[in-house]
């Protein structure tokens, strides 16, 4: 084996067993072009029948593997031999085997001594008949017994399942819900809420807790709450009019002192509850108030 065709030999094995994995390196294509080309390339330097079908069939095999990836396929056909550099090219077929002369002794030792033993019994078998040959029964050959068939099974009636009538599934209305929860100064006329926040100044007098409602339902309850510094300051409960609030829209609550102060500064939360559970829920907050000093005359 030529040191040319093992070192193309070693490279094809590794790059074949990197294109069977599924995890290719970005260079595999480019691997197998290079290779590809080598191998074309030292046709010219491999003589020996053997080797140069076997480097044709690996650039077979690797162009092959290009073709179901999409890829170029370069030249495959292999460069023939050198001429001015191998003057000589050895035939395509085997060199046949030379025989060392002690074999041909053995043999014809062994052919003399095989007639030898084949003329003293010819001699020996002159002088008496031969016996008749002894004739051997044929065995007797003892059938196995058939098997027996089992008996086919008697067949049942299988009982009928009865059909169980499906639960009437009775229609649920859906829940009612408060969403969207806001905290304004104001409400336009359409219920669009002003001057939105969650931090006011300190001469605020009212508070608007301006939300969106669907699904509730006639006489259904609901309350507001408003806390201040996490203590409950006031609370209002209600039955919801659908007659003169309808099933879905805009509603508002509203919190002010009845005398008509400025509301106290501090950390402010709304919440909104129907039937106890609560629905929607808003922290603000509104300055406490700091006097400016007095200038000193």
């Not at 070192?7 to 595999?28: A, I, M, N, P």
Request: charged content about 15%; hydrophobic content about 40%; aromatic content about 8%.
């Amino acid at each position: 084996m030529s040191q040319i065709f093992d070192t193309l030999q070693r490279r094809y094995r590794d790059l074949v067993s990197q294109g069977l994995t599924e995890e290719r390196g970005k260079s595999f294509p480019e691997d197998v072009n290079s290779l590809m080309n080598d191998i074309r390339l030292a046709g010219e330097g491999i003589i020996d029948p053997g080797e140069r079908s076997q480097l044709r069939a690996y650039m077979r095999f690797l162009a092959t593997i290009m073709s179901e990836a999409g890829q170029e396929l370069p030249k495959i056909d292999l460069l023939p031999p050198d001429k001015e550099r191998w003057s000589t090219l050895p035939a395509a077929t085997g060199t046949r085997a030379v025989i060392p002369p002690w074999v041909w002794a053995l043999v014809g030792a062994a052919a003399l001594v095989i007639a030898a033993g084949l003329v003293a019994r010819a001699s020996s078998s002159l002088g008496r008949a031969a016996a008749p040959p002894t004739l051997t029964p044929p065995p007797t050959t003892t059938l196995p017994p058939s098997p027996t068939s089992p008996p086919a099974p008697t067949a049942t009636n299988t009982p009928t399942p009865t059909p169980t009538a499906a639960p009437t599934l009775t229609a649920q209305p859906p829940s009612p819900a408060f969403s969207g929860l806001t905290i304004a100064l104001g409400v336009s006329s359409s219920g669009e809420p002003l001057l939105t926040g969650n931090e006011f100044d300190w001469n605020t007098k009212v508070v608007y807790a301006v939300f969106d409602y669907a699904c509730v339902q006639q006489d259904m309850e609901w309350s507001v709450v408003w806390s201040r510094n996490e203590q409950e300051i006031a609370r209002e409960n209600h039955l919801w009019d659908v007659a003169r609030d309808g099933a879905a829209g805009t509603q508002w609550a509203i919190y002010f002192d009845p005398d008509g102060s400025v509301l106290s500064g501090g950390a402010y939360t709304v919440s909104l509850y129907v039937d106890g559970a609560l629905q929607a829920e808003a922290a603000f907050r509104i300055r406490y108030y700091i006097p400016s000093p007095t200038p000193t005359p």
